[in-house]
């Protein structure tokens, strides 16, 4: 029998199911566009949020599509079949979702260090101090130099144009601070 051609008077529930566990994806149809809408606001209301409802009525509607075929109708309505599979797909979904947030809070704690450690902070200062100390030391261009390059992310051409000297100076004055500096890092380690 074609999908589109129900029997005439096939309006029922049980009807509509056998035909259905039979193959016929009209009768599928007619049964899921009856339902949808309760089966969603059901899951809506277990999961919380519309993403998570849709997704767990469209797996409502699969899981009863396949098993329609041993499906004994024990009423006139296939809705309460339907919410038993909503609610227990809209369990799984809680629950996957829950192990989800825990495996990712898990993940992040393993990120965060468990102590402190305080001679590495220590160390850490000192460098800093040293560094500071260093850039403090130099000259009044070197230092305008350094600032511009190093902490304001200015380019050769744009910190000569700032400091109104050539392209050659900037490039050339920055590479000797680097290297004081990479100095006064071994020494400090």
């Not at 209301?45 to 849709?54: I, Q, T």
């Not at 309460?80 to 629950?95: D, E, H, K, Y």
């Not at 050769?156 to 000297?165: I, P």
Request: proline share 4%; glycine share 6%; aromatic share 6%.
């Amino acid at each position: 029998m074609p999908d589109d051609d129900l029997p005439r008077g096939a309006t029922g529930d049980a009807e509509l199911v056998v035909l259905a566990a039979g193959g016929s994806e009209h009768a599928f149809r007619v049964l899921y566009r009856a339902y949808v809408r309760p089966v969603y606001w059901l899951a809506h209301g277990l999961v919380g949020n519309p993403a998570d409802a849709e997704e767990v009525t469209q797996e409502t509607f699969l899981v009863a599509w396949r098993k329609l075929p041993g499906l004994e109708l024990a009423g006139d309505s296939l809705l309460p079949w339907l919410a038993t599979i909503c609610r227990f797909q809209s369990a799984n979904r809680v629950r996957r979702q829950r192990r989800d947030r825990l495996h990712t809070a898990a993940a992040a704690d393993e990120d965060v260090p468990s102590t402190v450690d305080v001679e590495q902070q220590v160390i850490d200062e000192r460098l800093a101090d040293a560094i500071l100390q260093e850039v403090a030391g130099l000259g009044e261009l070197d230092r305008a130099i350094f600032r511009l390059c190093a902490t304001e992310g200015y380019a050769y051409q744009a910190a000569a144009d700032e400091l109104g000297v050539a392209h050659g100076v900037v490039r050339n004055r920055l590479s000797r601070i680097r290297t004081r500096l990479r100095t006064v890092v071994k020494e400090s380690t």
